[in-house]
């Protein structure tokens, strides 16, 4: 078992949560979490690579998780480059600034390609798991995949968005159908990923205010952002991964794959959001080995 150091980090009038495991060789891994307004639970397996020679870093975000909260902040406080400040401080209090990979998952994932596309010298190596580079698309392919739910599911989803009762536990039994087919199809929840879900239901501040009340109702401050034209700007090597059953479908992940230069795509057949619980061994190959070729 690879040693673990946890800590704190001074960040604007808080803290940030992080986790180190592993001891210093090959180039660091930074995991950033989705949501937003998740936590790092349910990415605790990627913390294996650390056997392979190198730190992994998990850190809670800002508002989430173990780091400070602030659920009396406005909705407009929650904004992406407070979270790439984040980033940029966190890598300067581990001196790592020089050296580095990024693993980003859903919103993670759209933040370590925010990150990415200005260039930063010492980004190694950039994973985009799961990730949308539109979240006007992302809605769209939510949309179609949902109407494929049983009728009397939709109807519970149309009815509450409709009422503005997204609150009600009828709702959630409804979303959780959703999820079982294209968040994660490993059931009930591991352990992990149940504790990042129930982190986000006790404080949804962060989810609430850049995402919405579900992964296909989406009218937070996210709701018109892409990448998509920026795509080309990214420099460091990418290996884009997705699940067959994927919330973030075909059409969310292609202009990752087609934009950014050079970039490897790897579909995992038996999974949906979150390849890395559905099918940990061969993500843990496949990130493995593409993070060593960085190197």
Request: charged share 20%; hydrophobic share 40%; aromatic share 8%.
């Amino acid at each position: 078992m690879a040693t673990q150091h946890v800590g704190r980090m001074t960040f604007r009038d808080g803290e940030t949560w992080y986790r180190v495991t592993g001891e210093p060789g090959a180039t660091p891994l930074v995991v950033l979490h989705g949501g937003p307004g998740a936590t790092h639970d349910y990415l605790d397996r990627f913390s294996l690579l650390a056997d392979r020679g190198r730190m992994v870093v998990h850190y809670d975000q800002f508002g989430c998780g173990l780091s400070t909260h602030h659920p009396d902040w406005p909705a407009e406080a929650w904004t992406v480059q407070l979270f790439l400040d984040e980033l940029d401080a966190l890598l300067a209090h581990l001196g790592i600034t020089d050296g580095y990979h990024l693993l980003g998952q859903s919103w993670g994932g759209m933040l370590a390609a925010e990150h990415a596309v200005l260039r930063p010298a010492g980004l190694r190596g950039l994973v985009i798991a799961n990730s949308p580079a539109s979240m006007v698309t992302w809605v769209q392919e939510a949309n179609r995949l949902r109407a494929a739910l049983p009728p009397e599911v939709e109807a519970a989803l149309v009815q509450h968005e409709a009422a503005g009762t997204t609150a009600d536990p009828a709702y959630a039994a409804a979303v959780q159908v959703f999820y079982e087919r294209h968040l994660c199809r490993v059931t009930p929840f591991p352990d992990d990923v149940q504790r990042s879900l129930t982190a986000l239901e006790t404080d949804p501040t962060v989810y609430m205010a850049m995402n919405g009340p579900s992964e296909f109702h989406v009218i937070g401050s996210l709701r018109d952002w892409t990448i998509e034209t920026r795509l080309s700007q990214i420099l460091a090597p990418t290996l884009v991964i997705s699940g067959r059953y994927d919330e973030a479908t075909e059409a969310c992940v292609r202009p990752y794959a087609e934009e950014v230069p050079g970039a490897r795509r790897v579909v995992f057949e038996q999974s949906s959001h979150m390849p890395h619980v559905e099918e940990t061994a061969a993500v843990l190959e496949c990130v493995g080995e593409f993070l060593a070729a960085c190197d």
